[in-house]
């Protein structure tokens, strides 16, 4: 019984989401993000671990896991933190916290700088069979920036965060993945000499993988000077917005749109792994201020699909390879079987329009309000069967402790 | 003068026609004659309010602003950072809807951040004057030099201006460019090459502009120079040497002076740091139009306080 303009995947699986419980329940709970997840067509989500208080005890991931079984919606699987208190001075307890259910390590939005600490992190990651996922920045040379350094930055008069912030730390970080042997995740990537730098990378077998965002295919810097065109579009076909909305704030910032391009070619050829929505909610008072003291972040995992779509009608990569990057692309990263259950009907032409009030998360921190995007998830199947990790991780030894 | 004035707020003027730059300096003129009266002041503002909101320190700017409304009759609030909450962690969210409370007609801000004077724009009703934001903007700083310099040197059309200094941090450098340029002028920038945005430095440049780090090539049969203050701070933070180093190399000297046409003039948007980016000799020779640019100052602001406060019919406010 299909429907010719529907389409059947696997649920969605997210790498990279914020859920902010505990601490910054304003922002999203465990329970709205989890109904937001499904909204978008996400039946499992990893929860970021940069709460208050960090996800850094085997206690704080039970918690976390139990809290998310009694709110429904999608499946929540926890990342614990790489350092305790996200501080970078030194390990968490990583086999205890995979015991304890932790499928990843990060310190998201904090990299860590030591690099023999991060060293050390990934050589216990490989023993454990788990991933080190990185936001890989040089935070001396991104220093106060807000967003992508470049023309734009310079008209705009804006602090800016050169392309080098990131590749400089990508580059560090395959040279440690190299010789620690263990499961590096960068997250994020959002230039295309880190995407050239992971194409290296995994043609010389480094064990790496690799994730980028809907909004980082889909927008450049140019919207934070009011442009609202996507990366595909004419720019002078599409209504323009007012310069300095600090809902085009994010991190890494929106890149140009040679980046992009070069974002869509990694998708294409396999270098990017899988697609993350770094959904970053937050409360209107974080965002309802100067574009420079405006937090960082996109609300993104309802809008994920249509933005990603849109690539695909511009012919850019084909809906094989960004379902594939939605689905068993992360669930590769993990190192787990897609959950049979889960299953989605997605309509890939269905038109709709981004509200405040449409959008389950708590976080409307999205550049995307008032615009009608076509794509949506219709129906959502989630099957309840325990998660099962498919032999070891990447380039893993063993599953210690498990 | 076909154009007309349709604008609402003055943000920036990266996105005017020259026509409208045209609009403003022609009432500018208008202006300089009432401020040449035996007594400077026209009654075409009476009763309307001008608040002046500085969340950044600032006193020459703010009190130009406040003669320029005070001789067109305005009543003037000053808002200023000390006295006011920002200072005690107030938002500017805050901020605003205390400025749309107190119901003034135009709202002449200075914020440390750039684009803050949009922040405001979409949430009030009052017209929005942009004194100054970051390093973003400063149109009337903008203006005020495209009027001086064709005082100084009639059309502007294919007259080279050098703007010399931290071009980086400047919201006057961007907002020269963008008020000169249309006038028909080009810009030769120069600076240290920390100071200059990396994209303009690496070739994609504002049109009409250029780059020549040595500032003696730039200076070269230049129509005027435009020197930029130079913050002590930069050296603190890595982006210099040191001011002795960058004084030598780039500052404006007697005898770089001369590189520029004879009688080409020297403009500098104040406050100086005499002996760093220009020598006392430069700023108070005969070639500056450092005064003048301040007088012209109060007679560009006046236009823009017009031309946004009187366009609109008093029984139209509520």
């Known amino acids: ?402 | 003068m076909t154009a007309k004035w349709t604008r609402r707020h003055v943000l920036d003027t990266d996105d005017w026609s020259r026509e409208e730059i045209e609009i403003v300096l022609g009432q500018t003129d208008a202006m300089l004659e009432i401020l040449s009266r035996p007594i400077r002041r026209a009654p075409p503002l009476r009763g309307r309010t001008v608040i002046l909101f500085f969340a950044e320190a600032s006193t020459r700017t703010r009190v130009s602003f406040e003669l320029a409304a005070k001789a067109l009759s305005a009543d003037v609030t000053n808002i200023t950072a000390s006295g006011s909450s920002v200072e005690k962690g107030e938002s500017l969210y805050d901020t605003v809807r205390t400025l749309q409370a107190l119901g003034g007609d135009v709202v002449v801000m200075r914020h440390g951040s750039s684009g803050a004077p949009y922040f405001v724009a979409e949430r009030t009703d009052a017209a929005v004057i942009n004194a100054g934001d970051g390093w973003h903007a400063h149109p009337s700083q903008g203006l005020l030099d495209a009027f001086t310099l064709r005082g100084a040197l009639g059309d502007l059309a294919g007259k080279r201006i050098v703007i010399v200094g931290d071009v980086l941090h400047s919201r006057v450098a961007r907002s020269d460019i963008n008020t000169l340029v249309p006038l028909g002028a080009r810009i030769t920038l120069s600076g240290p090459p920390t100071l200059i945005p990396t994209a303009w430095r690496c070739g994609d440049l504002p049109p009409g502009t250029s780059y020549e780090p040595d500032v003696d090539r730039a200076l070269d049969g230049a129509d005027g120079a435009i020197v930029l203050r130079l913050q002590r701070e930069r050296q603190e933070s890595g982006l210099l040497p040191s001011l002795r180093e960058y004084s030598r190399v780039w500052g404006l000297s007697e005898a770089r002076l001369v590189r520029m046409r004879p009688n080409a003039p020297v403009m500098h948007p104040g406050p100086m740091n005499e002996g760093v980016e220009i020598d006392a000799a430069v700023a108070h020779g005969s070639r500056s139009l450092i005064e003048k640019q301040v007088t012209n100052g109060v007679a560009v602001r006046m236009a823009l306080l017009y031309l946004l406060a009187a366009g609109a019919p008093l029984d139209d406010r509520p």
């Open chain 1, 1 to 402: 019984m299909t429907d010719p303009a529907t389409v059947n995947s696997p649920g969605f699986i997210d790498l990279h989401a914020h859920l902010r419980e505990p601490g910054f329940e304003e922002a999203e709970t465990i329970a709205t993000g989890a109904r937001a997840a499904i909204g978008g067509g996400f039946t499992t989500i990893c929860a970021m671990p940069n709460t208050e208080p960090a996800i850094d005890s085997p206690g704080l991931v039970a918690e976390l896991l139990s809290r998310a079984a009694a709110a429904g919606g999608a499946r929540v699987l926890a990342i614990a933190t790489i350092t305790r208190g996200r501080r970078g001075k030194e390990l968490a307890d990583l086999v205890e916290l995979a015991a304890a259910g932790a499928v990843a390590f990060s310190d998201d939005g904090a990299p860590v700088e030591d690099p023999r600490l991060f060293r050390h992190a990934l050589e216990y990651a490989r023993t454990l069979g788990l991933l080190v996922i990185e936001h890989p920045q040089d935070l001396a040379l991104s220093a106060k920036g807000v967003m992508h350094e470049g023309a734009v930055s310079a008209r705009l008069g804006l602090p800016g965060m050169p392309a080098a912030a990131e590749e400089t730390a990508v580059a560090r970080d395959l040279a440690l993945a190299r010789l620690a042997g263990g499961r590096l995740h960068l997250t994020h990537l959002s230039t295309a000499g880190s995407v050239e730098l992971v194409r290296r990378a995994k043609a010389e077998g480094i064990a790496v993988s690799c994730d980028v965002t809907p909004h980082h295919l889909a927008m450049t810097d140019t919207w934070v000077a009011g442009s609202r065109a996507f990366a595909w579009e004419d720019p002078h076909k599409i209504p323009s917005a007012p310069p300095y909305e600090s809902s085009t704030k994010v991190n890494p910032p929106l890149r140009t749109l040679a980046d992009v391009r070069a974002l869509w070619e990694g998708l294409a050829d396999g270098t990017i792994d899988a697609i993350a929505t770094d959904h970053a909610p937050h409360a209107s008072v974080r965002k309802d201020v100067e574009y420079d003291q405006a937090a960082f972040g996109i609300s993104g995992l309802e809008t994920a699909l249509p933005l990603v779509l849109g690539g695909v009608r511009a012919g850019w990569a084909s809906l094989e390879v960004v379902l594939g990057a939605l689905t068993t692309g992360p669930a590769r990263v993990l190192g787990i079987e897609l959950p049979s259950g889960d299953r989605l009907v997605v309509e890939p032409d269905h038109e709709w329009t981004v509200t405040a009030e449409g959008l389950i998360s708590k976080g409307k921190n999205t550049p995307l309000l008032g615009r009608t995007l076509q794509g949506r998830v219709r129906d959502v199947a989630i099957g309840r069967a325990r998660m099962e990790k498919k032999g070891a991780g990447l380039g893993a030894e063993a599953i210690a402790g498990r």
